[in-house]
Each structure stands twice: as C-alpha cells, then as structure tokens.
T-cell receptor, first 113, second 118 residues
Framework: GESVGLHLPTLSVQEGDNSIINCAYS??????FIWYKQESGKGPQFIID?????DKRQGQRVTVLLNKTVKHLSLQIAATQPGDSAVYFC????????????FGTGTRLTVIP | GAVVSQHPSWVICKSGTSVKIECRSL??????MFWYRQFPKQSLMLMAT?????????EQGVEKDKFLINHASLTLSTLTVTSAHPEDSSFYIC??????????????FGAGSRLTVL
C-alpha cells in the first residue's frame, strides 16, 4: 500500500559518525525495497535495494537491513559526510514482481561539519 | 546508465490553464512509466502508471480527467494538468524501469517538474 508523509522526521549527525535511518512498512506482500536519496529540488536517487529473500545487503558506505518479522527496514551510512545531507526515503513495491513503488515518510538527514 | 529527462523543470501558470509535462527515457525504451506528485516536505505519492499504447492506470483518489496521461511512444510519456488551480502546485516526478525484460527492478527517476499555479 501507499504511505503518505505528513511530518518529516529529522536526524542530525556529526561528520564522520555513522547514521541509521529507519523505516516501517505495512505491506506484507512487498518483496522489493529500495532506499532513495533526494536533494532539494531534485528527483530521487537510487542508493541501495534489497529483496525480501535477504536480510542484509551492503554497498559502498551503505548497508540496508530488512526485518520482515516486524516489517522494518533500515539504512546505515558509514562515516557520514556533508554530501550525505538530504532526505532519505524507503520505498516498497506493491506486490511481488511489481515495478511501481510506494514511498515512506522520509527522513531529513543533516550532517554537521 | 539509464537516464530519464523531464521538461520543463519548472513552470508557472495562471489558474484555469493547462500545463503539459514531458517525461523521456533517453537511452532505453519504457513501455511503462510512473508519475508521482510530491508536496513540500512530504513524500512522493504515486499518481498513475502510464502504459505505452493503452490507457493509464490511476491510483485511488487521482482524477483521470484532471491529470491526463499520454504514452504515445516507447520513450515519451506526458502528464497534462488540466484547468490547473493553486492546489495543483506541486513537484511532479516521473520514473521508468530501465529494462522491464531483464528483471532489473530499479526505477530511474527524472529530475522533477515544479508546477506553480497562480
């Protein structure tokens, strides 16, 4: 199903620290999850994705964890940099194999130099 | 990599006029494109799925007569906001699967089009 963001949570971290951004999803039929980064006035940029048959996936400085039992997704950013400041959205597909995505509320990450 | 281009990037129009936003897949073909709307400080909301050669599929609560979608070719989908009103002011973003036949399920998003209705 669709998640609508009404209030944007915020997270402030010191440069060099690790960041953890959390997301709860509601659709138990979703089998694909993605994290996107959106800078002001721009479209979302793909960060990392994970399928429901996995519980962890790592990329460059980013790790996504999936807990299907509690329908929770997290994005970990290692050694956060000022360029990481943006709004981060998790997204899930509507049903297995679907291409359309529904977005979570989003979290605004601010990195303090 | 796959690139999705939107035009215009921003537009200001008078209330009651219609505005067309184009979404192009530059280096790949897309039989399906998705249109999202994003209000300030809010999340992206899926409006409709654009299907090449057939009618678009609209999400619940989205007026199909107000938001006309045309997917005339494998590289172009257009969204026309008809009789725009100030409450239609928003950031409209399109996306396309880079290759729906490869099994790759990573959507590529355009840079968005900011509509301001006076």
């Amino acid at each position: 199903g669709e998640s609508v963001g009404l209030h944007l949570p915020t997270l402030s971290v010191q440069e060099g620290d690790n960041s953890i951004i959390n997301c709860a999803y509601s659709n138990s039929a979703s089998d694909y999850f993605i994290w996107y980064k959106q800078e002001s006035g721009k479209g979302p940029q793909f960060i990392i994705d994970i399928r429901s048959n996995m519980d962890k996936r790592q990329g460059q400085r980013v790790t996504v964890l999936l807990n299907k039992t509690v329908k929770h997704l997290s994005l970990q950013i290692a050694a956060t940099q000022p360029g990481d400041s943006a709004v981060y959205f998790c997204a899930e597909n509507d049903h297995p194999g679907a291409n359309n995505l529904f977005f979570g509320t989003g979290t605004r990450l601010t990195v303090i130099p | 990599g796959a690139v999705v281009s939107q035009h215009p990037s921003w537009v200001i129009c008078k209330s009651g006029t219609s505005v067309k936003i184009e979404c192009r897949s530059l280096d790949f073909q897309a039989t399906t494109m998705f249109w999202y709307r994003q209000f300030p400080k809010q999340s992206l909301m899926l409006m409709a799925t654009s299907n090449e050669g057939s009618k678009a599929t609209y999400e619940q609560g989205v007026e199909k007569d107000k938001f006309l979608i045309n997917h005339a070719s494998l590289t172009l989908s257009t969204l026309t906001v008809t009789s725009a009103h100030p409450e239609d002011s928003s950031f409209y973003i399109c996306s396309a699967p880079p290759d729906e036949y490869s099994g790759a399920n990573v959507l590529t998003f355009g840079a968005g089009s900011r509509l301001t209705v006076l």
